[in-house]
């Protein structure tokens, strides 16, 4: 059974830094496109980033670029988040989510499979 759980979720200060773990089981990560998305409150889910299956290229929505760097570890079934420069904006429930997709393409839409995500709070 395909399965995704967030970790590293938090409260930090507003410049401050995190770094998210989608750790995963049940299916060879090396075949899939994974992408983090979040939810801030009112407001409908987005992608931030994605990467793809085997060449590890990446995409980040341009409210993150330059501050957040996404990275899979194939061998430890893990991707990850680095986020830097945090803003209260960046506040909201993050999301790691799979597609079956073993093509070096970044590709976000489309996600088959999701974790339950881990809240990130980001204080002024």
């Known amino acids: 059974q395909l399965q995704l759980e967030e970790s590293g979720g938090g409260l930090v200060q507003s410049g401050g830094s995190l770094r998210l773990s989608c750790a995963t089981s049940?299916?060879?990560?090396?075949?899939?496109?994974i992408g983090w998305f979040r939810q801030a409150p009112g407001k409908e889910r987005e992608a931030v980033s994605c990467?793809?299956?085997?060449?590890?290229?990446?995409n980040y929505a341009d409210s993150v670029k330059g501050r957040f760097t996404i990275s899979r570890d194939n061998a430890k079934n893990t991707v990850y988040l680095q986020m830097n420069n945090l803003k209260p904006e960046d506040t909201g429930v993050y999301y790691c989510?799979?597609?079956?997709?073993?093509?070096?393409?970044?590709?976000?839409?489309?996600?088959?499979?999701w974790g339950k995500g881990t809240l990130v709070t980001v204080s002024s």
């Open positions: 049940g299916f060879t990560l090396n075949s899939y496109a």
């Open positions: 989510a799979a597609k079956r997709w073993p093509l070096s393409t970044v590709v976000c839409a489309g996600m088959t499979s």
């Open positions: 990467i793809s299956s085997s060449e590890g290229t990446a």
